[in-house]
T-cell receptor, first 111, second 113 residues
Framework: RKEVEQDPGPFNVPEGATVAFNCTYSNSASQSFFWYRQDCRKEPKLLMSVYSSGNEDGRFTAQLNRASQYISLLIRDSKLSDSATYLC????????????FGAGTRLAVHP | SQTIHQWPATLVQPVGSPLSLECTVEGTSNPNLYWYRQAAGRGLQLLFYSIGIDQISSEVPQNLSASRPQDRQFILSSKKLLLSDSGFYLCASLRSPGENGYTFGSGTRLTVV
């Protein structure tokens, strides 16, 4: 079983749509959680950290369910510029802050 | 804020040739540094990490090695490249003490032919 699993997509949505991505992780000792965004042939960039209480940054909302080992990302009012691959990322103690990346979910927003 | 420099941006190398990719970090000292590889259509795989000068840990057995001769310099090497070494190589640094997110360099796209 992969340590971090994501639906690869692609998710094809029209502008203005709301889209949700899910992610599960296998290591219950995981301590920190993130969503990264990766544009085609570019390096990943931190989109947001994910906190147990859930957190929101503009149109983006992240949720964490530790009991189910499940992370989500909700994007409201999708823009063309949101088209990218979204990477679910976890880290856990004892690993020198190593981050484990999911393979990513591809989002394509169309006019 | 810290900046990571990687070069070259793209590289085409024949099978059996050596490799040296360099990563330097600005704006921080004594960072944790990481080398990741992303194969086409795949997720990022951690190759090496380093917590200090000459301190390297390998995550997976492979044809590559890493070195950290200076605090803010991290080098990825191979004596003889294989076709399977092709991929997108990314150097990363921990964003700041107490924070687990990474900053990535812009990466090197390596094609072994």
């Amino acid at each position: 079983r992969k340590e971090v699993e994501q639906d690869p997509g692609p998710f094809n949505v029209p502008e203005g749509a709301t889209v949700a991505f899910n992610c599960t992780y296998s290591n219950s000792a995981s301590q920190s959680f993130f969503w990264y965004r990766q544009d085609c042939r570019k390096e990943p960039k931190l989109l947001m950290s994910v906190y147990s209480s859930g957190n929101e940054d503009g149109r983006f909302t992240a949720q964490l369910n530790r009991a189910s080992q499940y992370i989500s990302l909700l994007i409201r009012d999708s823009k063309l510029s949101d088209s990218a691959t979204y990477l679910c990322v976890v880290s856990f103690s004892g690993g020198y802050n190593k981050l484990i990346f999911g393979a990513g979910t591809r989002l394509a927003v169309h006019p | 804020s810290q900046t990571i420099h990687q070069w070259p941006a793209t590289l085409v190398q024949p099978v059996g040739s050596p490799l040296s990719l360099e990563c330097t970090v600005e704006g921080t000292s004594n960072p944790n540094l990481y080398w990741y590889r992303q194969a086409a259509g795949r997720g990022l795989q951690l190759l090496f990490y380093s917590i200090g000068i000459d301190q390297i840990s390998s995550e997976v057995p492979q044809n590559l090695s890493a070195s950290r001769p200076q605090d803010r310099q991290f080098i990825l090497s191979s004596k003889k490249l294989l076709l399977s070494d092709s991929g997108f190589y990314l150097c990363a640094s921990l964003r700041s003490p107490g924070e687990n997110g990474y900053t990535f360099g812009s990466g090197t796209r390596l094609t072994v032919v």
